[in-house]
T-cell receptor, first 116, second 114 residues
Framework: AQKITQTQPGMFVQEKEAVTLDCTYD???????LFWYKQPSSGEMIFLIY??????QNATEGRYSLNFQKARKSANLVISASQLGDSAMYFC?????????????FGQGTELSVKP | DAGVIQSPRHEVTEMGQEVTLRCKPI?????LFWYRQTMMRGLELLIY????????DSGMPEDRFSAKMPNASFSTLKIQPSEPRDSAVYFC????????????FGPGTRLLVL
């Protein structure tokens, strides 16, 4: 069965420093996509970054980058130069592109706190 | 451009009452998803539609839950009768397909069943 594991329930980082949020996934399907979403205290789910299983390069979006290690089945999110506004829950999610259609499978999330 | 719109944002009701949640997807998106978020179970897919047709409703908890998408710009999720264990945040999301395209979420409806 497909599964996403986020082993860090909570993380602290000093403002302006970089932080890595861990995500491992489990699937035998070769075609999948990996997403990261941010959920601030206000509750909305904000899309951050996407990595396809066949993408050769790691995805980047501004201060966000995805450290994709296919052999290890990991898709860690790196946030550079942390800001106070980065304090939120972060969810890693996976989608199987050809099986299960559009179903996103989420991890349990990591709560990031940025210290001033 | 407007994102996914959900209403109401908050709903408090009593056990046994009917609850209807509404969603307007992003214009041009042909796939719509209903998710539920609870502390115990996290985020889980309830049902999704492609071109207004329900594709996978295996996540719908039981017969008390039903969802419809009468047209490309509107969907409802109905709970009848509601129970306290239905208390959760219900998200609607939309995407331009079901082949791995990014899903964009609405603000959610926070439901409390007393």
């Amino acid at each position: 069965a497909q599964k996403i594991t986020q082993t860090q329930p909570g993380m602290f980082v000093q403002e302006k420093e970089a932080v890595t949020l861990d995500c491992t996934y489990d699937t035998s399907d070769p075609s999948y996509g990996l997403f990261w979403y941010k959920q601030p205290s206000s509750g909305e789910m904000i899309f951050l970054i996407y990595q396809g299983s066949y993408d050769q390069q790691n995805a980047t979006e501004g201060r966000y980058s995805l450290n994709f290690q296919k052999a290890r089945k990991s898709a860690n999110l790196v946030i550079s130069a942390s800001q106070l506004g980065d304090s939120a829950m972060y969810f890693c999610a996976m989608i199987l592109i050809y099986n299960q259609g559009g179903k996103l499978i989420f991890g349990q999330g990591t709560e990031l706190s940025v210290k001033p | 451009d407007a994102g996914v719109i959900q209403s109401p944002r908050h709903e408090v009701t009593e056990m046994g009452q009917e609850v209807t949640l509404r969603c307007k997807p992003i214009s041009g998106h042909n796939s719509l998803f209903w998710y539920r978020q609870t502390m115990m179970r996290g985020l889980e897919l309830l049902i999704y539609f492609n071109n207004n047709v329900p594709i996978d409703d295996s996540g719908m908890p039981e017969d008390r839950f039903s969802a419809k998408m009468p047209n490309a710009s509107f969907s409802t999720l109905k709970i009848q009768p509601s129970e306290p264990r239905d208390s959760a945040v219900y998200f609607c999301a939309s995407s331009s397909g079901t082949g791995g395209e990014t899903q964009y979420f609405g603000p959610g409806t926070r439901l409390l069943v007393l």
